[in-house]
């Protein structure tokens, strides 16, 4: 079966951008489930009710989200009514809505998580191993986990521990893309998949609003830009009907166009320059 998943979409332009281009690649590439991670989604913090509607309204068929996703408190008026909706499973203080969710698909059902790992963020959280360890029994072959977290080596750790018992292990939070695609033991996993937001940006925030807050501490708050180039993030798998993996294709669009890196010259004689 295939899947897509997004990376954290940030503020308006990765909004727009997801609904410009998500329609079409659903056409081009036939996902059985688009994933997408809205937890930056609502002005850069957190999700709505209108920009969750926005997301699905764009083809999204379930939502994940991470460290920011009570930074909207009117979340916790729906998200018991969206079974598309997962916030981190290991939530510890958190007991509204669900953290994983099974979804049926005309090829069969998929497994989806949502889990925060707890390096560097603020959010209380349960073990992620231990309580990653009691669901999977219980789940279909094919699981999908987005694992959110800041540090790329918690995040190998992770996958390490469950390549072989999971179908894809793929990273959000930082934003950046990371060059490690890779599958082993039938575990597709990218320590980030990247974002959806402004391209000239910082990890989709205004770089003006990050240089007053940070550098010139004058109060200024984080702000996501309503217009601007953007850059959408994902990848696209293709699993077994047992769960293992046999494809994974990270893509970048930047200003609604797919790129790629430019291959390496073949040959550099040194020193002629
Ligand atoms: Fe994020
Ligand atoms: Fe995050």
Redesign the pocket.
């Known amino acids: 079966m295939r899947v897509l998943f997004l990376?954290?979409v940030?503020g308006p332009i990765g909004l727009q951008a997801v609904e410009t281009l998500l329609p079409s690649l659903k056409e081009r590439l036939s996902p059985h489930l688009s994933i997408v991670?809205g937890?930056?989604a609502s002005k850069g913090r957190g999700l709505t009710r209108a920009d969750y509607n926005r997301l699905k309204g764009a083809g999204a068929d379930v939502i994940t989200l991470?460290?920011?996703f009570l930074d909207k408190k009117q979340i916790s008026s729906f998200i018991d009514d969206c079974p598309d909706l997962l916030r981190p499973v290991n939530s510890s203080d958190y007991s509204k809505g669900q953290g994983v969710g099974v979804y049926e698909t005309s090829a069969g059902p998929i497994a989806v998580i949502s889990v925060l790992l707890p390096a560097f963020v603020q959010n209380k959280v349960d073990n992620p191993f231990e309580v990653v360890e009691k669901l999977l029994p219980d789940l279909p072959p094919v699981r999908i986990i987005d694992l959110?977290g800041e540090s790329t080596s918690e995040k190998q750790l992770f996958h390490h521990y469950f390549r072989g018992k999971c179908s894809a292990i793929l990273g959000?939070?930082?934003?950046v893309m990371t060059a490690d695609a890779d599958i082993k033991d039938g575990t597709a996993f990218m320590a980030d998949v990247g974002?959806c937001g402004e391209a000239d940006s910082i990890?989709?925030v205004d770089p003006d609003s990050a240089i007053r807050r940070i550098i010139k501490q004058d109060g200024a708050h984080f702000h996501c830009n309503e217009t601007g180039v953007s850059l959408l993030c994902g990848a696209y798998l293709e699993i077994e009907a047992n769960g293992k993996a046999n494809k994974i294709l990270p893509f970048r669009f930047l200003d609604h166009k797919e790129i790629a890196y430019e291959p390496l010259p073949n040959h550099i004689v040194a020193g002629l320059d």
């Open positions: 990376g954290d940030v991670n937890e930056n991470g460290n920011h959110h959000t939070h930082t934003h974002m990890i989709g």
